[in-house]
């Protein structure tokens, strides 16, 4: 039986060497579209692969907000703090778009700023729970834009989803 972080390994060494027979996805790959793991896939996939990824993978039907939120709190822990940052300022720049300012969002969270910068592993918990909660579109979107911080996901549910979804996405062996 695998540990957490053996699953979590085996779950992104599965995500770059899916099974795309399985998915019903007959579409041939070139080399330039074979991922050698998640990092690989982050880097080099397309923010519309990633987009329709994790549109499908990242909503309240798979994964219940209760579920996420302590997901998201240990993911963000362990991503760099100048990853937390770009993470923050996409989430604001987005909200902002829909009217939501970032004092607004600073008093109505909670948050001990609103400046990206100089966030808490808190603040940006407490923030993108927020977003998952009330806009998973915006969720999507940044994660889309910002996938570093799935890779530190590590509920099985959450790797198995990644796991099944990105697949299809990814290369053969």
Same mark, same amino acid.
């Given at each position: ?6 699953? $979590? ?8 060497? @899916?099974?795309?027979?399985?998915l @019903? ?46 997901? =998201?709190?240990?993911a ?6 100048n ?9 604001? $720049? ?5 009217g ?24 940006l918990?407490? =923030? ?14 940044v ?6 911080? =799935? ?7 959450? @790797?198995?989803?990644? @796991?099944?979804?990105?697949? $299809?996405?990814?290369?053969? $062996?």
């Amino acid at each position: 039986m695998y540990n957490s972080d053996e699953y $979590k390994r085996q779950i992104m060494n599965d995500l770059a060497r @899916g099974n795309v027979e399985s998915l @019903g996805d007959t579409t041939e790959r070139t080399p330039e579209q074979e991922y050698e793991n998640f990092d690989d896939f982050a880097q080099r996939s397309s923010r519309s692969e990633r987009r329709s990824l994790f549109g499908r993978l990242m909503h309240h039907d798979s994964v219940p907000p209760a579920q996420m939120a302590p997901e =998201l709190q240990r993911a963000i822990a362990q991503i760099k703090p100048n990853e937390r940052d770009d993470v923050a300022r996409e989430f604001f $720049k987005q909200l902002k778009q829909r009217g939501l300012s970032d004092r607004q969002l600073e008093q109505q969270l909670g948050l001990s700023t609103h400046n990206p910068n100089h966030m808490t592993e808190n603040d940006l918990s407490l =923030l993108a729970n927020f977003v998952y909660n009330s806009h998973p579109d915006i969720f999507q979107e940044v994660m889309a834009d910002q996938p570093a911080l =799935l890779k530190f996901l590590s509920n099985p549910v959450l @790797g198995a989803l990644l @796991g099944v979804a990105a697949s $299809k996405w990814l290369g053969r $062996k």
